[in-house]
Nanobody, 126 residues
Framework: HVQLVESGGGSVQAGGSLRLSCDVS????????MAWFCQAPGKMREGVAS???????TYTHSVKGRFTISHDNAKRTLYLQMNNLRPEDTAMYYC?????????????????????WGQGTQVTVS
């Protein structure tokens, strides 16, 4: 049973920083793609950053140079360090893991289908 549990969200002023964490169980962080998505009210869920099996990260254009995705294999945890936050970064942030395309409800990001989701953590930037 795959379980993803996010933490670390909160309210900050523009220019501030937050570090999101995602505790992973029932899934190998080392052998699959993982990602962070965000969803603002009234908008589609969209990919923010992903990391492949080798630890190579990719980022959507708007967060390049400000966000860093990483994972700690020993702790089975995925991270998203968010620096220089902007009001437009305000959204619910979700941890996601690669899933089977045969199962509905997933979202594609950079060619990978993400089918497992956490409950989300709110980030508000004022």
């Amino acid at each position: 049973h795959v379980q993803l549990v996010e933490s670390g969200g909160g309210s900050v002023q523009a220019g501030g920083s937050l570090r999101l964490s995602c505790d992973v169980s029932g899934y190998s962080v080392q052998t699959a793609y993982m990602a962070w998505f965000c969803q603002a009210p009234g908008k589609m869920r969209e990919g923010v950053a992903s990391i492949d099996r080798a630890g190579y990260p990719t980022y959507t254009h708007s967060v390049k140079g400000r966000f860093t995705i990483s994972h700690d294999n020993a702790k089975r945890t995925l991270y998203l360090q968010m620096n220089n936050l902007r009001p437009e970064d305000t959204a619910m942030y979700y941890c996601a893991a690669q899933g089977n395309t045969a199962n509905p409800g997933g979202v594609w990001f950079r060619g990978i289908y993400y089918g497992y989701w956490g409950q989300g953590t709110q980030v508000t930037v004022s």
